[in-house]
């Protein structure tokens, strides 16, 4: 209240927040395997959070309730790049982004060279295939074909209008919010008459977009970050960051995925690749003769490689070497009955694949 009068400063977060469009994204990052961000490898962390949602928890704070939607879609970089091709959308891949221009006039645009004319051809086939598709899909389901899912494939395979253009031609780009929930429920739709889609998508991963939106005359708390995930969009959207954590080893991985990074920038890699190697020699010293890195191969199997390498006996010793870096660690324990000992883990498979 301010002189009897109710204030009201309703944040994009309260209202309007597109929580489908955020929660397809997330799905999709934590089903990313080996695309996941490297913040991820740094230390496994039990409850690390997604970086798109965590920068949609930031923006979505601090934007004011009447946001353009499609705009902040695109700060979490949920954008597609389209170059207009007689009046109709074509998405752009990585590659094809990277050749944007702009013209005199500020624009950004694509000029058409043979690159981008073999392009155009892959994309008349690929949307051609995309019809075949949607048609198995409604013959396998005739009740699909009005699903608003499916009539919006069919709007995007159309082919595009001919004659495409020619060499030295000019595209106009237009960046414009994909829609990660629509392929969601497509792949869903598809999936349930055993027909797999490509992927339609029209973006890479969010979490490698920058945005666009900073001011440095914010803070942002996060007084329980956990593995940080919050406080590092954070830092990448520019701001002041202050983050806690009462757990010491949660507090360790925000201090090597925040602080020391902000603090020393590049050169902290030589730092890290120097005493990650001191590391790496002392411990070799101490568990040589039990783990050890290099080391002659065992009688049994010595003998299959000089069998292997009869004609070539010479280069048995060039060969008679095991090269071990990794092993797996199992403890065990003796029985106080028949001396015999026991190991504590439930099976001896490393894998059935």
């Known amino acids: 209240m301010k002189n009897g009068t109710a204030k009201t400063d309703a944040r994009l977060i309260e209202a309007g927040f ?3 469009q955020v929660g397809a994204e997330t799905q999709r990052e934590r089903g990313a395997s080996s695309a996941l961000p490297p913040l991820y490898f740094l230390h496994v962390w039990w409850a690390r959070r997604p970086l798109t949602p965590s920068r949609a928890a930031i923006l979505g704070s601090l934007l004011p309730a009447g946001t353009n939607p499609d705009w902040f879609l695109r700060q979490l970089g949920i954008e597609k790049v389209q170059a207009m091709v007689n009046g109709e959308p074509w998405t752009l891949d990585d590659k094809l982004i990277e050749r944007i221009k702009q013209d005199d006039s500020g624009r950004e645009v694509l000029i058409v060279d043979s690159v981008v004319m073999r392009a155009l051809q892959r994309e ?12 198995e899909v409604v013959n396998k389901n ?19 209008p001919e004659p495409l253009p020619g060499e030295g031609e000019t595209l106009i780009i237009e960046r414009v919010a994909a829609d990660p929930a629509w392929f ?3 792949m869903e739709i598809a999936s349930s008459v055993g027909i797999r889609v490509p992927n339609l998508y029209g973006y890479s991963r969010a979490y490698t977009r920058q945005p666009e939106w900073q001011s440095c005359d914010i803070t942002v708390l996060d007084p329980t970050s956990g593995g940080g995930s919050i406080p590092f969009e954070a830092l990448r959207l520019g701001y002041r960051v202050i983050a806690n954590e009462l757990n010491p080893v949660a507090a360790v991985i925000l201090y090597a995925t925040l602080d020391y990074p902000a603090r020393f920038g590049p050169k902290l890699v030589n730092e890290i690749e120097k005493w990650g190697a001191k590391l790496i020699n002392a411990l070799d010293e101490r568990v040589a003769s039990i783990f050890p890195r290099s080391f002659p191969l065992p009688e049994d199997e010595r003998r299959v490689l000089e069998a292997h390498l009869k004609k070539f006996p010479e280069l048995v010793p060039e060969y008679n070497w095991e090269e071990t870096t990794t092993y797996l660690y199992a403890r065990q324990v003796t029985c106080p009955h028949c001396g015999g000992e026991a190991p504590l883990l439930n099976t001896c498979w490393l894998s059935k694949e």
């Not at 005739?142 to 595009?160: F, Y």
Request: hydrophobic residues 35%; glycine residues 6%.
């Open 18 to 20: 597109l929580c489908h």
């Open 142 to 160: 005739p009740l699909l074909g009005e699903h608003i899912a499916i009539q919006k494939w069919k709007e995007s395979s159309k082919p595009l």
């Open 184 to 186: 969601n429920a497509l």
């Open 124 to 135: 008349q086939c690929g949307r051609a295939e995309q019809r075949k598709l949607i048609k």
